[in-house]
């Protein structure tokens, strides 16, 4: 009796969670597999919704005039005397993410990729080293690794000569760090926050929005944006396995400010301590030069939009400039991603883009870090490959790299995987450089890593074991929850 008892309660709030899904007016997508979920997954589901999806606090966790005033401090020293000049074949794509989050397109910056997660760490510690004002640092992961041991030394050794360090971890990204690890920079004074911390009390509202942001920040002069986190699988890589295969980017100019103001938005989220102060925006002095790289350029007059997209903003703007980039390319257009698992809208325009005529190349590692997620991208993987997209499975190593060039003109290096959760529920940040130099860099690239993959033949993906497919749709069900 007590049974048949607990049976009916636990239905009737499964009924009442399908109805707060439905009222909350999700993506169709979205909905069905958080329903699916309840009913198909018994209790499991039910606390996987709690955790990971409710959106009732979503407005109450994030504060966001804060962010609109860095924002727009960020820009106005600049645009109140410069007025840059926006490529026409571009123009379109730079008045969205303006309108959107106030990305302001910055001329004159260069550029420096890095595909070597060695090099990047080597130049990011010498560029630390240089630094005489501040020094702001912020990534998802930060392991207690010996990466991470080198950076916190070199951290407390610059606050000892009275530069001031910032630095904001993810609290779910580090859930494995030890706890020792930030708290000896905090004691060296080193000001450490964690980004909306997971406590068991409140966690539920709180897990699903995570900041997958890497940026660093170098006396607003130099700053760093890209995949990489601070961690020794980028260099050494894991036991079997190579080193990851990422992308970040070094960038000196104007473009910092979009960085700088980032970093500050998300500090005031963390900290909630809002910094103003006009020194974090120096303005470019091009007789005064910050340390240079051993190393050419890809472009040293590149112009570029910083766009940011968070969980609050009423339109998922990193996810919409793609679409929108997407549907005006001409000739080709070739992607990096971890994992595959796009909204409806990405991949209709991709495969929109496909049929037209425009060569759509997808490349992501063969095996995902997460087995789960390698299955779930195969089903729209097959969609997209009916439709002439061609996938470039990466041999070797993990393919973490998030960029995208796109008919010698535009390309882009930044957090964002093409995934739900990154379109949706992060925290990320993209430089989206209009630039030909840099294009043409990161086309070279994507070429040469082609030589470590297989293209991926749709006869072999449509006559697996049937077993298979089946296991994979039913995956892909809940593709949006992952």
């Not at 909630?272 to 005064?288: A, I």
């Not at 089903?379 to 041999?395: E, I, N, P, T, W």
Request: glycine share 6%.
């Amino acid at each position: 009796m007590l049974f048949h008892s607990l049976l009916i309660v636990y239905w009737v709030l499964v009924l009442c969670m399908a109805v707060m899904i439905v009222l909350e007016n999700r993506p169709p997508v979205k909905t069905v597999a958080w329903i699916l979920a309840l009913v198909f997954l018994p209790i499991i589901g039910l606390l996987v919704y709690l955790l990971f999806g409710r959106r009732r606090y979503r407005g109450q966790l994030i504060n966001r005039a804060g962010a609109i005033q860095l924002a727009r401090r960020a820009a106005y020293r600049f645009y109140r005397s410069a007025s840059p000049e926006i490529p026409e074949e571009h123009y379109r794509l730079v008045r969205l993410f303006k309108r959107q989050s106030a990305a302001y397109l910055y001329p004159e910056n260069r550029t420096d990729l890095f595909t070597d997660g060695g090099k990047m760490f080597g130049e990011l510690l010498k560029d630390i080293a240089a630094a005489r004002h501040h020094v702001h640092i912020e990534f998802y992961i930060i392991e207690a690794d010996a990466v991470g041991n080198r950076l916190s030394d070199l951290l407390i050794a610059k606050v000892q000569e009275g530069v001031k360090v910032r630095l904001v971890y993810d609290d779910v990204g580090c859930w494995n760090v030890p706890s020792v690890f930030f708290r000896r920079m905090k004691e060296a004074g080193v000001e450490v926050q964690a980004f909306l911390p997971v406590h068991f009390v409140r966690f539920t509202r709180k897990m699903n929005y995570r900041n997958h942001r890497k940026i660093v920040v170098i006396d607003g002069k130099v700053g760093y944006v890209g995949g990489m986190n601070l961690a020794s699988r980028y260099m050494e890589g894991t036991p079997g396995q190579h080193a990851w295969r990422d992308t970040h980017m070094r960038l000196q100019g104007n473009a910092v400010q979009g960085l700088q103001r980032a970093f500050l938005a998300d500090w005031y989220v963390a900290a909630n301590e809002l910094v103003t102060d006009t020194g974090y925006y120096p303005t470019t002095d091009r007789t005064v030069r910050f340390r240079e790289p051993e190393r050419e350029p890809e472009s040293r007059r590149a112009s570029l939009q910083i766009v940011t997209s968070l969980p609050t903003s009423y339109w998922p703007d990193i996810m919409q400039g793609m679409v929108l980039a997407m549907m005006r390319t001409e000739r080709y257009c070739y992607i990096q991603s971890p994992y595959f698992l796009p909204t409806d809208r990405f991949l209709f325009a991709m495969q929109t883009a496909a049929l037209s005529g425009v060569d759509v190349r997808l490349m992501i590692p063969e095996w995902a870090d997460r087995r789960l997620l390698t299955y779930a991208s195969r089903s729209y993987l097959l969609d997209a490959m009916k439709a002439g997209v061609r996938v470039y499975l990466y041999q070797g190593a993990f393919l973490h790299a998030k960029t995208w060039v796109s008919d010698d003109s535009l390309s882009s290096c930044g957090s964002t995987n093409i995934d739900f959760r990154s379109f949706e529920n992060n925290f990320e940040v993209n430089a989206f450089v209009y630039d030909r130099k840099v294009a043409l860099a990161m086309k070279r690239t994507f070429l040469k890593d082609a030589e470590k993959c297989y293209l991926l033949n749709l006869d072999n993906l449509t006559s697996r074991k049937r077993w298979h497919r089946r296991f994979e749709s039913f995956i892909r069900i809940l593709a949006p929850l992952l």
